[in-house]
């Protein structure tokens, strides 16, 4: 399957971004940032994350709609995905 190579930038932009923050709760573990503050960011990354991973399987569906010979496999195998992100 072939994903969107503009989504797929998106997505790596999105990714890259999380990577920022997941650094940033890094340091604030490392320094002994208030408990509230950690999980409040840990939920921002978790979300940017999830979302990074849906605009994935998003793409994929995509492709399995436009390309309905191979649809069948593809779909169960998006399906197995999206339900992993749950």
């Given at each position: 399957m072939d994903l969107d190579?503009?989504?797929?930038?998106?997505?790596?932009?999105r990714l890259k971004r999380a990577q920022g923050?997941?650094?940033a709760v890094v340091r604030?573990?490392?320094e002994?940032?208030?408990?509230?503050d950690v999980v409040t960011q840990l939920s921002a990354v978790s979300k940017a994350l999830d979302r990074a991973g849906f605009a994935v399987i998003a793409s994929g569906?995509?492709?399995?709609?436009?390309?309905e010979e191979n649809g069948?496999?593809?779909?169960q195998r998006?399906?197995?995905?999206?339900?992993?992100l749950a």
């Open positions: 190579p503009d989504e797929m930038k998106k997505v790596s932009n923050q997941l650094a604030m573990v490392d002994g940032g208030d408990c509230a569906l995509k492709q399995c709609l436009a390309d069948g496999a593809d779909m998006l399906e197995k995905l999206f339900l992993s």
